[in-house]
């Protein structure tokens, strides 16, 4: 539970996928890929998923741990999913 609710929060799952190439963008660059997210959420944000032991700051940038990568793999398997997911219609 305690991981859905990180990933529930605002900017964490595009902060995630904007570490998925391994390129390690600093803060700033990080800000610009994420639509301009404001400093402090974005801040809190790197905090929260560095003591999941998710993202780690590399020295020159930000990058995925190898609980990160191996997390983003499992997403890719649900993004899988989710193409294929077929909803019912809700009617009103």
Known sequence: MALLDLLGRRWTLRVLWEL???SRPTFRELQQRC???SSSILATRLRELGE????EHAGDGYRLTEQGVALIEHLGRLDGWASTWQPKSVTS
């Not at 999941?52 to 993202?55: F, Q």
């Open 35 to 37: 639509d301009r997210a």
């Open 52 to 55: 999941a032991d998710l993202v």
């Open 20 to 22: 998925r190439d391994d």
